[in-house]
């Protein structure tokens, strides 16, 4: 499968699965809205295309999409992999790319959807919290869910300490995902993703 990564920070998901060598895709591009996001060193150093497109150039969302739909029609994609891309995407490139887009949340969706998860799931006291990776629909984290894993809230923990344990559930659910998506193995029936059988 041909993949691209969106990425608006660090990258720290992006090198996840870089590193992952997942044998069933390519990463063909490495896709960015910001132009200092160290995600692009990443993906140089590893010889990955890569596309920058500032959001802040473009009057609306919908033009925004069209021209990211437009630069990357060339790649031929079959997956589009969401790894800290903080823009939230419309119907326009939804629907360009129907049931070809996933995500990872730092929740236990449909818990603490939006931003600041962590934050979020500190505040209201939960003892668990986690990781989701999910297919994107045109909601906000609403899409049929794919892999899930359970992060353990302790007393001694911070937003700080809690991120970096999701962080490092983040980086071996999302290649594991990525894995099955790209072979073939899941499939989609109504919200639920399942085992071929
Ligand atoms: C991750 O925590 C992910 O769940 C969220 O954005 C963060 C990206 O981190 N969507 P990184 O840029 O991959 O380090």
Known sequence: MRVAVFASGSGTNLQAIIDADIQTIEIAVVFTNNPDAYAIERAKKHNIQVEIIDHKNYKTR????KHIIEVLDPYKLNLIVLAGFMRILSTVFVRAYKNKIVNIHPALLPSFP???A???ALEYGVKYTGVTVHFVDEGVDTGPIILQSVVEIEDEDTED???EKIHEVEHRIYPKA???ISSGEIEVIGRRVIKKS
């Open 62 to 65: 919908e033009e925004y999409e």
């Open 114 to 116: 939006g931003i600041n």
């Open 118 to 120: 962590g934050r979020q």
């Open 161 to 163: 300490t809690l991120l």
């Open 178 to 180: 990525i894995e099955l």
